[in-house]
């Protein structure tokens, strides 16, 4: 990180998002060059003031200080029945489940954000025939304004950008244009705010049989991802699963979880007690880009470039001229999910397959519902 701060206040705010990367596992100046500075200026405004020397010093002794500033550089979208398949995936292995006579079943969405993945899984359960009682859900996030939200049970149409199955229908009565959990549903979901590198978010004793951990792995940095997964790995049950994100799947594969799929949704099933699990299917291929040899990008580049000119490079197999180009695009145009993404497929036709996944993730992190940087 300090080689992108020089000057002593970018060194100041190069020791903030040091400080923030180790509360929260997320390298955030990674994906959005000046995310940190930008989340200080709003943290001084409301504050009516400063300098970020001052606060830099305040975030050592103001752990609520500290606080909000990760409320700042979280990314709290989710919606309900995102990527459908995992929720077809648990209806499918809760069916396969004897219910007669055992302990609830038990389920964590980590991070939840504002709630609708927990109600998601509680729905999905009640729906496939599991009664009421037998039915736990804990919902965990290091966003205590998101955990806030849920715990007010208010969702407007943003949250449902998935269409939802219709046996879930019941559980959701209309207030206007918003949607509010029934009290049924409602008191199966524990909200409670919870920061995943730290093990007093799980509480002793207890082990689920399904996790959810979605859409934030692809965040964290090698080290916290490695000590986030050993800590979700000690919580499932025997048998039990572990539910990622599609884009997640490899990240998973790279730590030594051996990841399968289910109804096409992307888990880790802890093998005590567990059957075969089908092998991993290859990620979708990325969009042809014909090979071909590599030449410099042109000296007289245009003043503006446009994506659609390193596309068609990419399509040529200009390789170097592609990538160079997408570079400059977001030198010239700040971050965008487009030019990241397709920076990554480049980086994919040339081999570099750790670099476009770097690409991919900040593509989602710009913009969590790119649809192809997702497959
Ligand atoms: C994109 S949302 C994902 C929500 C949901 N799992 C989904 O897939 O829709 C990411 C969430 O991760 C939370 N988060 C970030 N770092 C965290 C950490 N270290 N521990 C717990 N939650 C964290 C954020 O507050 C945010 O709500």
């Not at 055992?102 to 389920?107: D, I």
């Not at 109804?263 to 099933?269: E, I, K, Q, S």
Request: with cysteine.
């Amino acid at each position: 990180m300090s080689s992108r701060f020089s000057s002593p206040s970018d060194q100041t705010l190069a020791g903030i998002g040091a400080r923030l990367r180790a509360t929260t596992g997320l390298d955030m100046e990674a994906f959005v060059p000046g995310v940190v500075a930008r989340a200080v200026e709003r943290r001084l405004r409301e504050l009516g003031g400063g300098d970020p020397s001052t606060y830099a010093r305040r975030l050592e002794s103001d752990p609520s200080e500290l606080q909000n500033l990760v409320e700042e550089v979280v990314v709290p979208e989710t919606w309900f029945f995102r990527e459908p398949e995992a929720f077809e995936a648990l209806a499918s292995l809760v069916t396969q489940l004897p219910l007669a006579g055992r302990r609830p079943l038990r389920a964590l969405s980590l991070p939840c954000s504002t709630g609708e993945e927990a109600l998601s899984i509680a729905m999905t359960l009640l729906a496939a025939g599991v009664p009421p009682g037998g039915v736990e859900v804990d919902a965990v996030d290091i966003s205590r304004r998101a955990i806030e939200v849920a715990e007010r049970g208010v969702y407007g149409p943003r949250s449902f950008r998935s269409p939802s199955p219709a046996a879930t229908e019941p559980y959701l009565r209309s207030s206007g244009s918003d949607r509010i959990p029934v009290e049924e549903l409602r008191q199966l979901v524990r909200f409670r705010p919870g920061n995943l590198l730290d093990p007093s978010a799980f509480p002793s004793g207890v082990s689920y049989d399904f996790v959810f951990c979605r859409n934030l792995l692809i965040y964290l940095d090698a080290p916290a991802r490695r000590q986030a997964l050993a800590r979700l790995r000690r919580v499932l049950a025997p048998g039990g699963s572990l539910f990622v994100a599609a884009a997640e799947a490899r990240l998973l594969q790279r730590e030594g979880l051996g990841c399968h799929t289910v109804c096409g949704a992307y888990l880790f099933t802890d093998g005590r007690g567990a059957a075969h699990p089908a092998p991993l299917a290859e990620p979708a291929p990325s969009p042809p880009l014909r090979s071909g040899v590599a030449q410099p990008p042109r000296a007289s580049a245009p003043p503006l470039v446009e994506l659609d000119q390193a596309m068609l490079w990419a399509d040529e197999g200009r390789l170097a001229a592609a990538a160079e180009a997408c570079r400059e695009h977001l030198r010239q145009r700040g971050p965008s999910a487009s030019a990241y993404y397709l920076l990554g497929l480049v980086c994919d036709a040339d081999g570099r397959h750790e670099q476009a996944e770097e690409m991919y993730r900040k593509a989602l992190y710009l913009d969590p519902t790119h649809r192809d940087a997702l497959v």
